[in-house]
């Protein structure tokens, strides 16, 4: 089995792209991502991904839950230069909570307001590798029909999946953003800006 070095995909969307570390250029990439990743789509597999999200100020959070619903598609238009095209939706109407009040809060005016606009969206194109071997992934994010550029990074592995490189690639990950510059404002004192998703899981080819 191959491996990237990596046990986890770190992917970690960020709200300024100048807090990213220093990249090499996308052709750059390493041999070992090279020998996993062929030229084709991968698809996330929902059977054995989880999206999870928590906000607030401290790590326990004070709104935590996941999104059932979600899909999304990474493209490896050549694996040997590093081109790649990144395309995610997540279904903001199948967020999944234990505390329905701050559900009904999440879902509603001055939050993803899920009515008006029931998806949230990320498009990106792979730009770099840092030192650690994450790919810097640019694109942009679309909240509540505002679209915010945004960056985050990708790495894959192939530990604990057994069909991988062959059929399946796993990854694992993290996003932050300032939920504010999306125009969702309400109570910015109590639950703060900064909203976190975490991705683990895996990619499938198509």
């Not at 070992?32 to 928590?54: K, Q």
């Not at 992934?137 to 057994?162: S, Y």
């Amino acid at each position: 089995m191959k491996s990237l070095g990596a046990a986890l995909l770190s992917l970690s969307l960020v709200a300024a792209c100048a807090s990213l570390p220093e990249a090499t250029p996308a052709g750059e990439l390493d041999l070992t991502l090279r020998e996993v990743v062929a030229s084709r789509a991968y698809a996330i597999n929902p059977e054995t991904t989880e999206v999870s999200f928590v906000a607030g100020p401290s790590p326990a959070g004070l709104v935590h839950g996941r999104f059932a619903a979600f899909d999304g598609e990474l493209t490896v238009n050549d694996a040997l230069t590093g081109d790649a095209v990144l395309g995610t939706v997540l279904d903001v109407k199948s967020a999944e909570m234990q505390n329905e009040i701050f559900r009904d809060l999440l879902l509603g005016p001055g939050w993803f307001e899920a009515d008006v606009w029931p998806e949230a969206r990320f498009e990106g194109r792979l730009a770099g590798w840092a030192e650690d071997g994450s790919g810097i992934v640019k694109g942009t994010m679309t909240i509540r029909n505002i679209a915010r550029e945004q960056a985050f990074r990708l790495i894959l592995t192939c530990e604990r999946v057994e069909t991988c490189p062959e059929r399946a690639v796993g990854f694992e990950g993290h996003m932050v953003l300032d939920r504010t510059e999306f125009g969702m404002t309400r109570m910015p004192g109590l639950i703060g800006r900064d909203v976190q998703i975490t991705v683990t899981g895996q990619l499938i080819m198509e």
